[in-house]
């Protein structure tokens, strides 16, 4: 998700996330990608709010949809909540849609939106 929506001129609050996660019910996985840029305070600070951090020294935007589109095919979730203004992520919702799993593409705000990304997800929402 970082640096794709975790900036200033967002203003996205990881509290937010969470709770617009809880609000698609029990959470099975709540992962925060983050590439090996990202400073020991963000870490420290998705960890104490629930997540679990992943960081990679490559592509953020693979691993994330790679871990996605598992837990679609394993049947691990039942609704899959993507925040990213990433139109990359568009066949992992539509995998996700074509197995089951209900889609929801979260923006960090109308100009961050990515058009396509939310057309693929059966429901958006801007943050």
Known sequence: M???VLREEFDVDLDDLRDLADEE???AMTSLYLDEHATPELVQAAEARGFSVVTTSGDVDVRLAVD???AAVEDVIDVLVLVSRDTDFKPVLELAAG????????AP???????????????????
């Open 109 to 127: 705000g109308e100009y961050g939106r990515s058009d396509a990304l939310g057309n693929s997800a059966q429901r958006a929402i801007t943050l």
């Open 2 to 4: 970082w640096p794709n």
């Open 68 to 70: 996605a589109t598992a």
């Open 25 to 27: 019910g029990r959470r």
């Open 99 to 106: 197995r089951g799993v209900e889609t929801v593409a979260v």
